[in-house]
Each structure stands twice: as C-alpha cells, then as structure tokens.
C-alpha cells in the first residue's frame, strides 16, 4: 500500500513550520544539478555514518549551526525567482525527517523545481514524493556493491540492504528523473567494485563516480588521504557507463 502524506508526516502536538530544522542554505549553485541553477538546503543529521563524509559535523553535531528559518528561506526564493530553477534539498540525509513532504510543499508553491539527495535508505518516503508529484529528480549515492559486508563498511553503519535495492527498483522504473552516484575512496573502493556495481545497476540511467575529498573526512584515518587521479576517475566513468548502458 502506497504511503500518503498524512502517513509520513507525523508531526507531534504543537509542532510549527518554526520547528523545521535547516541548517545550510546557499543562494546560487551551478554544480548540484546538472544545466540547472538551484538553491540548496541542508537539513541536520543521518542515519549512515561513511567515513569519508565531508558534511560529518552537520550529521553529528548539528546543534554547531544556527537554525535557519523557513520565512526567510522563502523570502530569498520568492526573490530569486526567475533567476534560479530550483532547489535542492541535501544533508544530511533529508528523508529521515517527518515534516520533508511539507517543506517541499512551500518550495513548490513558489514554482520551483525540487532535486532530492538521498541515501535511499527510507524507499517509503522516497516513493510518496515521487507519487505525490513532490520532486522533479533524485540523486541516490549508492555507497558499494550490493553486498551486505561492502555496504556495511561504507556507510560504517549496518543497513537494510533491501530497502536500498526497493529504492534502486523504484527508480529505474523511470518515472522521475534519477541519477545514481558513488563517492570513490582508495580505501574502500577498487576498479572491480565499481565494475561488479556497474553490473549490478545495468539498465539505469547512469552511475557517476566523485572523487573523494580527502581534507575533513569524518573517520580521520582517511584526512589527507590521496585520491584516485581524475584521470582515472575520467577513465572509469567511461568503462562503467558503457556497462550501465548496455
């Protein structure tokens, strides 16, 4: 049974759009989709713990930053508009948070486009958004090769594989706009793993791997590690997209 709305969104007794929790909010971005302009959000915390997360003190200690406050979010958008397409909505990991489907809503009311950052983790809540109309595309960082010891030792926590394959089903299914992605670590990823994936996800719309940033990695035995060449990465992209697409 498809979830609505009402389901997910449990808010407790009282709760107001003042308890909506953003803790980042840039103006302008050309890189986080693809031939569009957007705006970001970041909502607070995760349900994955990568060891090689740039954005570990938004996941972990949230309470670093200020809130920001919805009223003057949508003020910026409203007079934005017309210059930038959308927004997107990171963290984090913004599908464990109940009042998402209704942060959406407001952003759509003003007639912007909406891009999801997800993990995959919560198939539900991504299924409903899509149902619901809510987003436009999704991003979903694939963390390995679909085996339990290799996702485990990525996202450093234990996690449902199932619900991130329900996810993957989902959205090679076509019905929204998708991109899947991997963030490639020395340390946890070698060519076979990205090919054996590749495999794995044949028939998607794409798999893009991102070199990993070794300046502030959350686990601090990966800081200053070297990555991979981007030459090499180049060179992988291409061997992978000629598996997904065949």
Not at 66 to 73: G, K, V, Y
Not at 189 to 200: F, G, I, T, V, W
Request: charged share 25%; with cysteine.
């Amino acid at each position: 049974m498809e979830l609505t709305k009402r389901e997910i969104v449990h808010f407790p007794q009282g709760m107001t759009w003042e308890d909506i929790k953003v803790k980042g909010f840039l103006e302008t971005s050309f890189v986080d989709w693809a031939g569009k302009v957007v705006s970001v959000l970041f909502l607070p915390g995760c349900n994955f713990r990568c060891p090689y997360c740039h954005n570990h003190l938004l996941v972990l200690n949230p309470e670093q930053y200020e809130d920001i406050s919805l009223a003057h979010i949508v003020g910026r958008l409203a007079e934005l508009k017309g210059w930038v397409d959308g927004v997107c909505i990171s963290g984090g990991e913004p599908t464990i948070h109940p009042h998402l489907p209704l942060l959406i809503e407001e952003i759509k009311a003003l007639g912007f486009l909406v891009k999801l950052d997800t993990n995959g983790s919560q198939p539900h809540v991504l299924r409903s958004l899509v149902n619901e109309g809510l987003v436009d595309f999704v991003a979903m960082d694939v963390k390995a090769p679909l085996d339990e010891i290799s996702y485990t030792r990525t996202a450093g926590v234990l996690v449902n594989l199932e619900r991130i394959k329900e996810s993957i089903s989902f959205l090679q299914k076509g019905r929204i706009e998708y991109q899947f992605r991997i963030t490639v670590v020395p340390a946890l990823h070698r060519e076979e793993d990205l090919l054996k994936l590749a495999l794995q996800l044949r028939g998607s719309s794409s798999l893009t791997p991102q070199n990993f940033n070794p300046q502030d990695p959350l686990d601090e035995n990966l800081k200053g590690t070297s990555p991979y060449p981007d030459e090499w990465i180049r060179e992988m992209e291409a061997r992978i997209a000629a598996i997904v697409n065949s």
